[in-house]
Each structure stands twice: as structure tokens, then as C-alpha cells.
């Protein structure tokens, strides 16, 4: 029954408002050290989750994407990007290199102590320690059915006979150097047409690093995700957007409809999974908020 107010109306039950209370108090009675450890169990379920399945912290160990990327930059890498559309060239991508490439030189060394070990591991369940031996970051470059070479009369790469000025390299290699295999001293090499379900990625500094010049090209299929922001140290917090002289690439491209330039591949069902859920809350909210209106509209004043 409803209590009835003096002024007209109704009231909620007295009876529910002493149970609400009653819950509340039985909330205010759970101490701080209670609640704390299980705050802590959900936040760490919650960072593994993310960090297998959305997105990933990276340590930059070495210097082959500098001046982009310093070594000791942790950068966010996004995991699901790819279940949805296909890499873009200007991309900077993570992943795990074949097993043919060498794994390159961390330019800070390893700490082996227990502890180091330790916070390392809990690190990696987290997803904010240092990326493993056969884990590289890289640019794309190329894309199947892509003719790469390097160089023109001006020194640079080409991609399908278009020369490509890179504003974002970092101490290029010597243009004179002879192509030697194994070795990514020299800035020639032969024109490769890449596979199909491959790609050709290169470093920002392109004196250093060891790409695919010399470890050759790179399974699509490898890639972790897309780094697409620098969020540690908080004075180098910058986006790693697509550089503008590649958008320019890709907009010739799709003119031109080149051999080199594949269609866009139909969003993945797995990224349709990922945002089911919170479809149907929003739908299931909206849902009860509309009875409980059309309810309150029903109850007498």
C-alpha cells in the first residue's frame, strides 16, 4: 500500500525505504582493508583484459623509429584495428617479427635482478613493460601487390614509380653504399613486389635500423596492432596520426586505381562482437528508462 502525503499524492513504502537504508548501512559497514584488496583483484582483471584483447602499453627499447619514437617512450597500441579494416601505408605497427629476422639491440640494458624480473612479468599481464625479443615497431611502407625500391634521382624510396618524401627520417643510410645482403647499411635496394598477405616496413632511422632492406617483408598476419599515441614521458604525449605525404600517396592511388593499391577489407565479425555489448546497454538503458517514465505517467497524483 501507499503512504498518502497530506498535500495529495503518494509515497514510496516506508517499508522499501527502511530496506534501501538497511542495505546502505550494511555497505557503510565494510571496512576500508576489505574493500581495498577486491577494488585491486577488479582493477587488475580489468588491465589483463584490456591489454589482451583492446590495447597494449609498448616500451620503445631501441633507436630505430627515432626522432619519431626515443627509446624509453611507452606508446598505446590498439589490438583491434585491424579485426576491422586493412594496415594503411604511413602506419607505425608492432609485431612479431618472422623467424628470419634478427632481433634488434636494446640500446638500455636488460636489469636481470628478481625484482626487475618480477615487476617485469607483472608488467607484461598489465601491458606496460618492455615488448619481447621478436616484437619490433616499424612503418609500413609497402602493401601487397606494391612495387618498392629505393632509390630515385633524388634519393628516395619509390612505391609503384612514385617517389615518396619522407619528412619524418631520422639520419638516413649512405645513398652509396652498396646493397649487402643481410645488412641495412646501404639506403639501395633491388624493386621488390611485395606478396600477397605481406607487407614492407621500414624504421625512421633508417641508419640504424633493421628492417625489411635486409630481413625482407613481413606477414600482415604478424602484426599486434597500430601504435597510435605517445602517452609516457607526459612531455612527449603526441598522436602517431598517417603522415600527410602519405594520405597524398593513397588519394593518387585510388585515382589512379594502381595494381599495388588493395580494396578496403569489410569490418571483421570479431569487431562487431566487441561492440555488441554495449549496444544492447545502451538499447537495455534507454529500454528501462522509457517505463519508468511511461510508469510514473500511469501512477494517480
Same mark, same amino acid.
Given at each position: 500500500?501507499?503512504? &498518502?502525503?497530506?498535500?495529495?499524492?503518494?509515497?514510496?513504502?516506508?517499508?522499501?525505504? %527502511?530496506? %534501501?537504508? @538497511?542495505?546502505?548501512? %550494511?555497505?557503510?559497514?565494510?571496512? #576500508?582493508?576489505?574493500?581495498?584488496? #577486491?577494488?585491486?583483484?577488479?582493477? *587488475?582483471?580489468?588491465?589483463?583484459?584490456?591489454?589482451?584483447?583492446?590495447?597494449?602499453? *609498448? *616500451?620503445?627499447?631501441?633507436? @630505430?623509429?627515432?626522432?619519431?619514437? #626515443?627509446?624509453? /617512450?611507452?606508446?598505446?597500441?590498439?589490438? &583491434?584495428?585491424? /579485426?576491422?579494416?586493412?594496415? !594503411?601505408?604511413?602506419?607505425?605497427?608492432?609485431?612479431?617479427?618472422?623467424?628470419?629476422?634478427?632481433?634488434?639491440?636494446?640500446?638500455?640494458?636488460?636489469?636481470? @635482478?628478481?625484482?626487475?624480473?618480477?615487476?617485469?612479468?607483472?608488467?607484461?599481464? $598489465?601491458? $606496460?613493460?618492455?615488448?619481447?625479443?621478436?616484437? *619490433?615497431?616499424?612503418? $609500413?611502407?609497402? !602493401?601487397?601487390?606494391?612495387?618498392?625500391?629505393?632509390? /630515385?634521382?633524388?634519393?628516395?624510396?619509390?612505391?609503384?614509380?612514385?617517389g615518396i618524401d619522407e619528412p619524418y627520417i631520422f639520419e638516413n643510410s649512405d645513398p652509396d653504399a652498396p646493397p649487402a645482403p643481410g645488412e641495412c647499411r646501404s639506403r639501395q635496394f633491388a624493386e621488390v613486389t611485395i606478396s600477397p598477405g605481406n607487407m614492407w616496413v621500414m624504421g625512421d632511422h633508417r641508419l640504424v635500423s633493421q628492417d625489411s632492406r635486409c630481413?625482407?617483408?613481413?606477414?600482415?598476419?604478424?602484426?599486434?596492432?597500430?601504435?597510435?599515441?605517445?602517452v609516457w614521458p607526459s612531455d612527449r604525449f603526441d598522436g602517431l596520426s598517417v603522415p600527410p605525404v602519405w594520405q597524398e600517396f593513397a588519394a593518387q592511388q585510388n585515382a589512379a586505381s594502381l595494381p599495388g593499391d588493395t580494396p578496403r577489407s569489410a569490418p571483421s565479425p570479431i569487431g562487431a562482437v566487441l561492440t555488441m555489448p554495449f549496444l544492447l546497454t545502451s538499447a537495455i538503458s534507454a529500454r528501462s528508462g522509457l517505463t519508468r517514465w511511461n510508469r510514473r505517467r500511469r501512477l494517480p497524483s
Open positions: 500500500m501507499l503512504d &498518502v502525503n497530506p498535500m495529495g499524492g503518494y509515497q514510496q513504502p516506508t517499508g522499501g525505504r %527502511r530496506r %534501501r537504508r @538497511s542495505v546502505a548501512a %550494511r555497505r557503510k559497514e565494510m571496512p #576500508l582493508w576489505q574493500e581495498l584488496p #577486491l577494488l585491486l583483484v577488479v582493477a *587488475f582483471c580489468l588491465a589483463v583484459l584490456i591489454r589482451t584483447f583492446l590495447v597494449q602499453a *609498448f *616500451f620503445i627499447p631501441s633507436g @630505430s623509429m627515432e626522432e619519431t619514437l #626515443l627509446v624509453g /617512450d611507452r606508446v598505446l597500441v590498439n589490438k &583491434v584495428v585491424y /579485426d576491422m579494416r586493412d594496415p !594503411l601505408r604511413g602506419e607505425v605497427v608492432v609485431f612479431r617479427g618472422p623467424s628470419t629476422w634478427e632481433a634488434e639491440t636494446p640500446t638500455e640494458p636488460l636489469d636481470n @635482478s628478481f625484482s626487475a624480473k618480477f615487476g617485469r612479468t607483472i608488467g607484461d599481464l $598489465v601491458g $606496460v613493460s618492455r615488448p619481447g625479443e621478436r616484437d *619490433f615497431i616499424k612503418r $609500413v611502407i609497402g !602493401l601487397p601487390g606494391d612495387r618498392v625500391a629505393c632509390c /630515385d634521382a633524388q634519393g628516395r624510396i619509390t612505391v609503384n614509380d612514385i630481413q625482407g617483408e613481413v606477414p600482415i598476419d604478424n602484426i599486434i596492432g597500430r601504435a597510435f599515441v605517445i
